[in-house]
């Protein structure tokens, strides 16, 4: 007999747990909150060919459309104590994530990725390698790739390599990955999560489900990291950029290696990363720990480790104009991302900030710009709390500017030969921008007609 779901969000995520349902012949109703939803065009965009099963309904939900709904999936951006999501919860009705749906469907092995930064560069990493291994290789999640899209695509044989958020791992229930990672912990998303530990406990929810057989990578470097590494019921591997682990994947002499059962195999050399900062460094010795017991020859994470050049909006290298290096960062959506863009650097740099608040504090921020940051030109809801941090810690040369058109046109006229601009808002986009790779695009264009 077909169970009858409930979809819930209208976006990409949505619409792709719905298409999936539907190609597999379960009742679905996708609903949102949003009357201004146009319902037959909504319907037009579920991407299957038989819709028979599927409905759509837009305003609030009522107990009598709940009365024979076996189970709620809720898209990642809806917060699980939104009203109707209680209403649901308190009819005894199970609530997924849209992780979760898909692994239902899942048939091969699954690779997965959380942490507070790092997440895509080091998915993307994970994944190239994966390829170059096995071309049966799907890489999807908070990456911008539906898993629901993809999953009944799977086999036996077939590796899915997933960028999971703590948004996402709010409502797993027997979600379990083969090898995960855990990149690192730092406030986020407190808006949503309320306190730290609430938000660093769905993090490590990714190993939850996971047994003796299957493997946890974790950042020895990162105190509340490893703090919360001390799990027994799956095999526990740290990474480390700075410390000699007896156990774990190092950098020794230059080059990293694969430290266990007291020996060791060189991996590849440090110098042969593309990639700028040391941020990234912890991101490469996390996917090449992931592939290593993922099976992967050396010689082939070796190669794709050193052919990788980074991922777009991520310290993304766009263009010199009058002797004046510009950088996309529009990823670094949090302080922590950021202060890796601007320990990055090399030069003096006109910074840009600023955007949606999700009540971080900018004050760490503020304070690793050292003698490298020479202006910050902020834009978007936080300017005038940012303004503010940066004033209190003695950081004066501050400039707001209306857009992110202007900030750039300031920065072109005020940065000399030999510096950088970086945007690197420290904030979520969604205040002036559908997303952050719209903000990160806009900022390319505007660079490309300079």
């Not at 028979?52 to 189970?71: C, H, K, R």
């Not at 997965?112 to 998915?123: C, L, V």
């Not at 190669?303 to 960062?329: L, S």
Request: hydrophobic share 40%.
């Amino acid at each position: 007999m077909c169970k009858k779901y409930l979809v819930a969000g209208a976006g990409k995520s949505g619409l792709c747990a719905t298409a999936l349902l539907a190609r597999n012949h379960e009742n679905v109703i996708l609903f949102d909150e949003n009357e201004k939803i146009n319902k037959d065009e909504l319907l037009e965009r579920i991407e299957c060919e038989d819709k028979t099963n599927v409905s759509v309904y837009i305003g609030n939900l009522t107990d009598e459309m709940l009365s024979d709904i076996d189970a709620m999936v809720i898209s990642p951006g809806i917060p699980t104590d939104a009203p109707f999501a209680l209403q649901v919860k308190e009819k005894g009705i199970p609530v997924l994530s849209e992780i979760e749906l898909a692994y239902l469907y899942e048939k091969g092995t699954v690779v997965a990725i959380t942490g507070t930064n790092g997440k895509t560069t080091t998915t993307t990493l994970v994944g190239e390698i994966m390829k170059a291994h096995n071309d049966k290789t799907f890489v999807v999640g908070n990456i911008g790739i539906p898993y629901t899209s993809l999953c009944d695509k799977t086999s036996a044989d077939s590796v899915t390599v997933a960028e999971i958020s703590s948004f996402q791992l709010e409502t797993i229930h027997t979600f379990k990955p083969h090898v995960s990672a855990i990149l690192n912990i730092t406030p986020d998303h407190l808006n949503r999560h309320y306190t730290f530990e609430n938000y660093a406990n769905c993090k490590l929810d990714i190993t939850k489900n996971q047994e003796i057989t299957d493997y946890a990578i974790f950042n020895y470097d990162d105190p509340d990291t490893r703090a919360r590494a001390n799990v027994s019921n799956v095999k526990r591997i740290f990474f480390s950029r700075t410390e000699m682990l007896e156990e774990g994947v190092i950098v020794v002499d230059g080059n990293i290696v694969v430290r266990e059962a007291g020996r060791e195999t060189v991996v590849l050399a440090v110098d042969d990363i593309k990639l700028l900062g040391v941020h990234n460094l912890e991101n490469v010795l996390a996917a090449v720990a992931m592939t290593y017991y993922m099976g992967v020859p050396v010689e082939t994470i070796k190669k794709v480790c050193c052919e990788f050049m980074g991922v777009e909006h991520r310290i993304e290298y766009v263009k010199t104009v009058d002797g004046v290096a510009y950088y996309n960062d529009s990823k670094g959506t949090n302080p922590d991302a950021a202060i890796k863009a601007v320990l990055a650097m090399t030069q003096k740099t006109y910074l840009i900030g600023g955007g949606y608040d999700k009540k971080s504090t900018y004050d760490e921020w503020i304070l690793s710009f050292g003698d490298k940051v020479k202006c910050l030109v902020l834009i978007g809801e936080t300017a005038d709390a940012i303004s503010a941090c940066a004033k209190s810690h003695g950081f004066t040369n501050v400039v707001r500017a209306t857009d992110l058109e202007e900030a750039v046109k300031y920065c072109h006229a005020n940065a000399k030969e030999g510096e950088a601009v970086l945007l690197s808002p420290a904030c979520a986009s969604w205040d002036m921008f559908k997303s952050y790779e719209q903000r990160g695009d806009l900022f390319k264009e505007y660079v490309r007609k300079l």
